[in-house]
């Protein structure tokens, strides 16, 4: 079941032991937004698809983080998230795997769910069975030496 927060309220993500960010919910606006974001469009056609994740990761997490905690400057000084230092802060790569794990790709589940179905209990799948069939071994034959 679909469960849906109506409340939209801000949440808590922890990235690293000791670092957290507050992002706004990950809506269809914000994917849609980021999406044309000029950075995002600015990616040459010939990019990798790591570097088109990382300029949508980055143009995101501008569009979303509202604050963050544990984070500072090379002096050691806590510094508020701005777009140059979420930049940085996705930079670190155990960094921008915890935020596309818990925040982005839990957005894009619900778009893989939706892509498959289960059978159905009474509909033309009903009863459906297996054509396919496992593929025979070829026949072993004797070396001759």
């Not at 990382?54 to 090379?74: E, P």
């Not at 140059?84 to 930079?91: K, P, T």
């Amino acid at each position: 079941m679909l469960t849906l927060d109506l409340t939209n309220a801000p949440r808590w993500h922890d990235v690293a032991p000791g670092v957290r960010v507050q992002l706004r919910p990950l809506t269809t606006a914000l994917m849609v937004a980021t999406r044309s974001d000029p950075a995002v469009e600015a990616v040459p056609e010939e990019a990798s698809d790591e570097e088109r994740a990382v300029a949508f990761a980055k143009a995101l997490a501008r569009r979303t983080l509202l604050a963050w905690d544990g984070i500072g400057d090379a002096d050691g000084n806590v510094i508020d998230p701005s777009p140059e230092a979420i930049d940085a802060l996705l930079d670190v790569w155990p960094i921008f795997e915890a935020f596309q794990l818990t925040y982005v790709s839990k957005g894009l589940l619900l778009e893989q769910e939706k892509n498959a179905s289960a059978l159905s209990p009474n509909g033309p799948s009903a009863g459906a069975s297996a054509t396919a069939k496992p593929a025979r071994k070829p026949a072993r034959t004797a070396r001759r030496g």
